[in-house]
Structures are given as C-alpha cells and as structure tokens.
C-alpha cells in the first residue's frame, strides 16, 4: 500500500471515531462522545465525509457507553460493540431501531467483533437438540432423592452445555466456565435432578452469544411407602364393666411418608373385612404415634366402653387404623382387637378379672 492519506472526516469536541466498515457504498464508524449523548454509529459519504444518518446506540443508559467496534451480518443489519454498555448493539439501518442483541456481561469491557462472535460471525447457526429423555429420582425411606438424569439428545451445531435449575437460565454459567459440559455424538447427561423442578438448559455453538435455551420439567415422583400397623401385646380381652383391662398397643412403620401421621382407633361391634374399617364405627381418638407406638387409651380401656347393664356380653371389635387414608386405595393397613365386654356385677375394681369372676370367657 502506497500513497498519501485522504482526510475523509473530522470530529471535534474530543469525539473520536472508533470502529470503521465499508457497506453497500458508504462508510459507518462508531464514535465515543465521550458522553452518553454523543455515543452513536453514522452512516457517512465516503466522498466528503458527510453524515447521512445517524443511530443512537442506548438510551437507556445515562452514563458514557463508549461504542467500539462494528461489523455488518448476512442479515443486512449492523453489529456494534461497547466498553460500557451491552456487549453487542443491532441495529436496523432500514428502520432505525437499535435492539441489544448481546447483554452487559460484569468484566468484560473493549472488545471486538471478532472477539465477541468471532470472525464476524455474528449470526451463528443456532444450536438444535431433537428429544430430552429423562430417568426419575428414585425414593429411599418413602421420600424421593435428587438423583434424577436427563440426557440431552440430537444436538447439532453445538460443543458445550450447561443447566441451572428454574424457567430462565440466566446469565451464568458463561461459555467456557469450568462446570459447562462437552457434547459428545450429540449428546449430552445432567444428573442430581430434583424431581418435579423446573430446570432451564443452555447448549452453545462455540461463543457465549451463540446458543439455544430449551426449558423442561423433571417428572414427579411418588415415594409413598405403605405404613404397616402390627399388634402389641394380646389380640383378645375379657372385660368387665368397670374393668380397666388391658391397653390396645400398636407399631407402625413409615408414618412419616403418609399425608397424616395420625393413627386412629375405630369401634365396631361386628367384625371388619377388607377396607370396611375405614368407614363407619364410633371413632374412639386419633394420634400421633410416638417412637412408632401408639396405645388407646391410656390405662383405663374399661371405662372407654358404655356399661353392660344388659343379661349377655356385648362384642367388641377395635381397629387401629390410619387417620387420614392415602390416595393410593391399596394402602388401607388396619389391625384388630376383639373385646369380650361382660355384665360382671359387685366385683372390686381391679385390672383384670379372674376367670371365676368373668363367666363368659372366649
């Protein structure tokens, strides 16, 4: 290159040009005011330095954003940089607006085109992925842990990948950070998912500004664990009214995974089959079972029951049962108590009565 320089245009007020491109005829540059009312990009005459338009590039901003550089795209449309503002400006020639096209990033201040998309590669090709296949959390103790997977597959035009857990992904992880993960044969696994959360994923074409964000929902997970309800001590009782008798103790397992931990205690006088335990008795008291153990009543089962004023024992079924039923209507777990109630007259209170003095005996 030979020759003497041409001055095409000059600014004044401490304004400088920048960035500078040939397009479709006319000369473009970038000029850093510095102040934000002079930070804009100009379409000039490259005959005589004549302004032709100009773009404001941020509005928005109340402080000097100090344009950089500038490249045109495929597209028709105009890429311009920024110390302090967005890292890259679009702007519209043909309307005039002027969009981000790539946000403020904290650290990162002049730079290139060529840095930001490299080799002016400003529309890169979108990555694409073709199907998300999930493995759901598994359950321990009748509660779900975070160990769910998602494999991420069919990608194209992408080589890394993050996630973070929400309906947006955010700004960071940024390309290139330590926890992005490399796509290899178009595939990608995220694993420690939480079931039933929504997780957002980003897979990147080779820049932090070229990516695809796609959003999914891991799948519930039911964990729920039937309790199980087993008799503590005799499964029979003779009483006498008045009589304290014997308490109904029982051991129950996995209350913890259940809607209510509450065990209720349920009087029938016929024996129950199947699920009728669950609906219809006298409901005698409902609570929360302590160490797993629950007891009803407490030291007096005689004076729960209404005086035998009658000529004949009455028969009594007690079932411990779970207060409030799962959804799921196999889990109906029950154990019984039969008590025979006898008229037993001018016998002393004692706790439990002899054989001789309870005649109708099982």
Sequence with gaps: MSGSPTVIATLTNGSVFV??????????ATIDGYDFTSDKVVKMNPADGAILATYVLDTKNNFNIRPFDLAFASDGNLYATSF????????????????????QVDGVLSKNIAFVCGN???????????????????????FSKNDGKATISGITNGDKAD?????????????????NKL????????????PNTQYSIRVW???????????FTTKPVECFQCPTIALN????????????????TVMVSQLGSTPDSLVQFVRFTSPQSG??????????????AVNGSAQWPVGQPGSQFSANNGTTPVNYYVYAILANAPNDTTCRPFVEKYTLFCLCLNLPLRQNPSVKEATHLM
Aim: hydrophobic share 30%; net charge negative.
């Design 233 to 248: 001590g005799k499964s029979t009782d003779t009483l006498c009214s008045g009589y304290y008798g014997e308490g109904f």
């Design 19 to 28: 960035g500078v491109t040939f397009f479709n005829g006319f000369l473009w």
């Design 163 to 179: 996630i973070n857990e929400g309906s947006t992904y955010g700004t960071t992880p940024i390309y290139g950070d330590a926890s």
């Design 84 to 103: 302090y503002g967005d890292c890259v400006y679009k702007v519209d020639i043909t309307s005039g607006i002027v969009s981000t096209y790539i946000g």
């Design 275 to 288: 699920k009728s335990m669950y609906t219809g008795g006298t409901a005698l008291t409902s609570m929360k």
């Design 205 to 215: 074409n080779e820049s932090d500004n070229c990516f695809k964000d796609t959003v």
């Design 183 to 194: 796509i290899s044969s178009g595939s990608v696994l995220f694993t420690g998912l939480k």
């Design 120 to 142: 002016f590669k400003c529309l890169c090709v979108d990555p694409k992925i073709s199907g998300i296949a999930q493995t759901d959390a598994t359950c321990e103790g009748g």
